[in-house]
């Protein structure tokens, strides 16, 4: 979803930024390390976004404020669909044979019917008796409806044919028989979710509206898309989604093309995503997780076109097939609609060909040892990874084995209090843990864990330390009190199902897919009250160490299906990687005679002339619309009053939340000193993970869990339009149930006042990790430290948000790790003078958000929490007049792959905001940026972003094999837009996606967050309609005149890019020392 994320970052002044925030929080919420298993590829990029990513350290919390949707995966995620997000009186739909009778006449069996209390919800599992597909119907009240299709598709190699399949169906199909039916719903529709996973044994293909014809519309798109693609018979889209050589002439080199092809040797790029793979391969060597789904890029050239039609004649069809069906929407009609896809088909074998056999148990611990790319150059002593992963069972476990196994991940591991957790990192073996815990997303469980940043001597030692923490909590139990943290957090999280910006009802497709797609029974993984409460009776009875001891006895320590991996850096493999596949080409070029040369050169030609051609009008009219008539006129409204308290101003909004206080309280930034920025994300974690003068971290970890659904602290930075000075703030975000408010704000205040910065070594751990994290966020998102440089060249805000979560970050994080060492004390007080310049009444703003009742009886809590706040003399603002020197930058990486961008202001050049940018912005993502960086450039992605509060318009590409082309792509936007010609459906369409972007679902506790950021940016509720009228009624001569806007882009625009040595050297010597050269790793 990411490219339409980053689309939507610039589609709306405030909302948009809100969004990503948002987001972002979600996010963090798996404060534990994140899982090695990529457990599935997307189509559209991961969920990572510029802003969100810089702005916002959202991985400071403490404990997690509610498990994400992939967390205690199959129980604790997400879920029940109404309970936050609409008042719970309606009844759900009834129960009555009419619905049999229909579903009887249209084909279907109805196997089994449940009323689901969880999520109040009526789910029927049907039959479609010709074919055997099997249909879950889930009916309730929830607006936001879901649909999906997966089909099981294990692979039995790693050429990638269920990853290039995934993207390829999705370019034309009998019905919409256009280049990419799935561009042009992203341009025009009002989704809340559109995507496509490749998991290691099964494809899903997801969507989902709040608005029923655009849901439908959506839907039909989707299933003529897997049951009848065009891409079964044409070459072309094979060789663009997969991999093709390339050769503009015959007297050039070779290379191969190709978007997945280019997204995996980005994939490959990444430590991280190395270490897991070779884990999940050598833990099921028997079975199909022992190859890549995804595709390895050394193998994805060795599959031919007839491989991949006879993978998608085998697997994609209906026999194979599971659709979900979630919301408030007619059921009839989701029958109707299928079985007019469904007949078609006749029932065939694949159902038996999918099934995934069980890995059975090794008889002995397996260790592996691989190298990964490390940087040329750079200090390798303590780049070693070590991991140690188990295969729990071969046979299914029990429900309440499941439901106990995860409350155990999330008791060693969930919180920085954790012991598990805690002790990996308190060792100072590594810098940072990896591996994900227990993952139960495939048919096996899995359980995993160790430290990066690790010296080759220690290697051992960091074995030793997991085997013996685990036997000492085997032996020694848990504490009550983190069990009771954990209890809540867990029940909290429930009961908030809180989904952030994923659909309710697709997080519950994906936990009942956790069964269903093994046959087993679709309804059980949504019903988790009764084996949460027998577990909870369990732990009350006989005591947690009797519950947990013998799990981790029997799965863990007893349990010889273990796998060690270690990873050893190589600065020379990157280069060699190169070479291996320079010579692949240079043999496949020396094999070919010059007829042969001269029809590839041609082919390419072809090729790229069919991606550069637009699809013609009438084509594109088949993708079923809304029109302008269906759209709102009127921004979604969010209430809000804005009173004062003790002297603090408050705003207020009521929102059903059934029952859950939301607040932020937020301290303006502008009197820091500027030299204590980039100490401010270290300020914010020691907040809640240092611990105060009366309890250790541990303990105020674990009264925030036992008491709140999390608290976090993070600083957040934007520009303000129309201002020089930046909107800086850091923003103490937390939630409770109403019951808890006091216990809320004293806790706020609490970590605010009382905590004492003096931990020398925690402090030295935070350094730590934080570094690990940017290293690791410069391979795997270079983009966005690309536009975190560009902005910071650009204008204050940005030069802000850089120190605090940039490459200068970085830089500050590798000497702090030494002056820890030397100078303590002055790191010590000068965390103790951020707090004093910050804690200020005046400089205080409060948030909050439930509903009425709710906000009144917090009210009296907040305003002791405001009393207790220091009074101060106004304080001067420090002016932070500082910018990176505009020149063009490269910052140099180990990676395969390319981040390429380039920038500038354009309000300098005299733009006024109109709504009609944000239109433009998306439209030209989609269009050009979409044909040229990605489809014939082969990027994974390309995208524009415009900043509305900053006024910088910047283009950034994502895993791009290219460099200079690029920049040429980029520039090429200006004459793009002069030249463009549009009929009225198109624009139209490019309208309403906009729309669909500004108006994206949200939560309660969103909405109140969007409009404290709008409230932090001044964008007022005028300012809203206004935008809102002029996006209504773009015309094309406004597209005409962007062009003369983002003319300054191509005359003056700077370029930083985020690339491979090899790429720079060549650039460098192509164009006269175009960049400075940066080595970064
Ligand atoms: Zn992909």
Not at 153 to 163: C, F, L, Q, W
Not at 403 to 414: E, N, P, T, V, W
Not at 422 to 445: H, K, N, Y
Request: glycine letters at 6%; one cysteine or more.
């Amino acid at each position: 979803m990411e490219r339409a994320v980053l689309v939507r970052s610039l589609s709306c002044s405030s909302a948009s930024v809100n969004r990503l925030f948002f987001r972002s929080y979600h996010r963090l919420s798996r404060s534990t390390p994140s899982s090695p298993f990529p457990p599935h590829h997307k189509r559209l990029l991961p969920n990572v976004s510029r802003r969100s990513a810089l702005r916002h350290h959202w991985r400071r919390i403490s404990p997690s404020p509610s498990p994400s949707p992939f967390y205690l995966k199959r129980y604790f995620s997400s879920l029940s669909p109404r309970a936050v997000s609409t008042p719970s009186h309606a009844s759900p739909p009834e129960i009555g044979g009419s619905q049999d009778e229909v579903a009887e006449k249209l084909g279907f069996a109805k196997i089994s019917e449940q009323m689901i209390e969880e999520c109040k919800s009526k789910a029927v599992l049907y039959k479609h008796k010709k074919t055997g597909a099997e249909v879950m119907s889930v009916s309730n009240d929830d607006e936001n409806k879901v649909f999906g299709i997966v089909f099981r598709t294990p692979p039995k190699d790693s050429m990638g044919i269920p990853h290039i399949l995934e993207h390829s169906v999705l370019c034309g199909s009998r019905k919409y028989p256009l280049k990419e039916p799935f561009v042009e719903l992203l341009k025009g529709s009002l989704h809340t979710f559109l995507n496509a996973f490749t998991y290691p044994d099964r494809t899903c293909y997801p969507v989902a509206s709040t608005n029923t014809k655009d849901f439908y519309n959506l839907v039909d798109v989707y299933l003529d898309a897997v049951l009848f693609p065009k891409c079964v018979e044409d070459l072309q889209t094979f060789q663009q989604e997969g991999w093709h050589y390339e050769l503009d002439n015959p007297s050039e080199d070779i290379s191969f093309k190709g978007v997945v092809f280019n997204e995996m040797k980005g994939v490959y790029s990444q430590p991280d995503n190395i270490l897991g793979r070779m884990a999940q391969q050598a833990m099921f060597p028997d079975n199909t997780y022992g190859v890549d789904s995804g595709g390895d890029p050394r193998v994805i050239p060795q599959l031919t076109f007839e491989e991949f039609k006879d993978f998608h004649r085998k697997y994609y069809h209906p026999s194979n097939a599971r659709i979900w069906f979630y919301g408030d929407d007619d059921p009839n009609e989701r029958l109707r609609i299928l079985s007019e896809y469904l007949d078609s088909f006749d029932a065939n074998l694949a159902s038996e060909a999918s099934k995934v056999e069980s890995q059975k148990l090794f008889s002995e611990p397996v260790r592996i040892v691989e190298k990964y790319p490390a940087g040329e150059g750079s200090d390798l002593k303590k780049k070693h990874m070590v991991c140690l992963n188990w295969l729990l069972s071969d046979k299914p476990l029990g429900l309440e084995t499941e439901l106990a196994l995860g409350f155990l991940d999330h008791l060693m591991l969930g919180t920085p209090a954790a012991p598990l957790r805690r002790i990996l990192l308190e060792s100072g073996l590594g810098d940072a843990i990896v591996g994900g815990g227990v993952e139960d997303e495939l048919l096996q469980p899995q359980f995993s864990i160790g430290l990066k940043g690790v010296s080759e001597e220690d290697i051992q030692k960091v074995e030793e330390l997991v085997m013996n923490t685990l036997k000492k909590l085997a032996d020694e139990g848990f504490d009550p009190e983190a069990v009771e943290a954990s209890m809540n957090t867990i029940e909290f999280s429930l009961r908030e199902n809180n989904t952030g910006s994923f659909p309710r009802g697709l997080s519950l497709m994906l936990r009942s897919l956790g069964k269903w797609i093994y046959d087993m029974d679709p309804f059980e993984p949504l019903k988790y009250e009764k084996p949460l409460q027998s577990l909870k009776a369990k732990l009350a009875e006989v005591g947690s160490k009797a519950v947990f001891s013998p799990l981790i006895e029997k799965f863990i320590l007893n349990n010889p299906h273990r796998v060690t991996v270690e990873m050893q850096p190589d600065p020379e493999k990157a280069s060699r990687d190169e070479a291996a596949e320079r010579e692949i080409l240079e043999k496949v070029k020396a094999s070919m005679t010059e007829e042969d040369l001269a029809e590839l050169a041609r082919a390419t030609h072809e090729l790229r002339l069919k991606q550069e051609t637009p699809d013609p009008p009438e084509v594109l009219r088949s993708v079923p619309c809304l029109s302008l008539h269906d759209i709102p006129k009127k921004p979604i409204h969010v209430p809000t009053e804005i009173g004062e308290i003790g002297g603090v101003k408050v705003l207020q909004h009521d929102l059903f939340t059934n029952d859950v206080l939301y607040t932020e309280v937020v301290f303006n930034m502008s009197s820091l000193k500027q030299e204590l920025l980039p100490l401010v994300p270290l300020f914010c974690q020691s907040l809640l993970e240092m611990g105060t003068k009366d309890m250790d971290f541990v303990q105020l970890n674990q009264l925030i869990g036992r008491k709140t659904g999390g608290i976090s602290v993070y600083p957040l930075t934007s520009s303000k339009r129309g201002s020089e000075d930046p909107c800086s703030h850091i923003i103490v975000r937390g939630k409770a149930m109403a019951g808890r408010a006091e216990d809320l704000f004293n806790l706020v205040n609490c970590i605010l006042q009382d905590v004492q910065f003096t931990d020398q070594q925690r402090f030295k751990q935070f350094v730590c990790q934080s570094k690990a994290r940017m290293e690791n966020r410069l391979r795997g998102s270079g983009h966005g430290i690309a536009a975190a440089r560009m902005d910071a060249k650009l204008n204050v805000a940005g030069w802000v948000a850089e120190q605090m979560g940039g490459i200068s970050y970085l830089e500050f994080l590798r000497t702090l790790e030494e002056k820890v060492d030397q100078d303590w004390n002055g790191i010590s007080s000068s965390l103790e003078e951020i707090r004093i310049s910050l804690l200020s009444r005046q400089d205080c703003l409060v948030n909050m958000t439930g509903d009425g009742k709710i906000l009144t009886n917090s009210e009296k809590f907040l305003s002791k929490f405001v009393d207790l706040l220091p009074v101060k003399q106004p304080s001067k603002t420090n002016s932070w007049d500082a910018r990176l020197s505009p020149v063009n930058e490269a910052i140099v990486v180990p990676t395969q792959v390319n981040y390429v961008g380039k920038a500038a202001n354009i309000y300098e050049t005299g733009y006024q905001l109109s709504g009609s940018a944000y239109v433009i912005s998306k439209y030209i993502g989609n269009t050009w940026l979409w044909d040229r960086v990605r489809v014939s450039g082969g990027a994974y992605g390309g995208f524009c972003d415009f900043d509305t509060h900053s006024g910088v318009f910047s283009y950034l590409s994502y895993r791009d094999p290219n460099l200079l082309k690029t920049l040429g792509v980029y520039d090429g936007t200006v004459d793009f837009l002069r030249e463009l010609e549009m009929d009225d459906d198109t624009l139209t369409k490019a309208i309403i996606g906009t729309i669909g972007d500004v108006d994206s679902y949200q939560l309660p506790d969103a909405k109140g967050y969007s409009s404290l950021l709008r409230y932090l940016l001044g964008v007022t509720e005028e300012e809203r309609q206004q935008r809102r009228e002029e996006i209504l009624s773009t015309s094309l001569k406004d597209f005409k005149d962007f062009a003369d806007a983002i003319e300054a882009v191509k005359e003056k625009g700077v370029v930083v890019a985020v690339a491979s040595p090899d790429d720079v050297a060549a650039a460098n010597e192509e164009r006269n020392n175009f960049f400075e050269v940066k080595k970064a790793l």
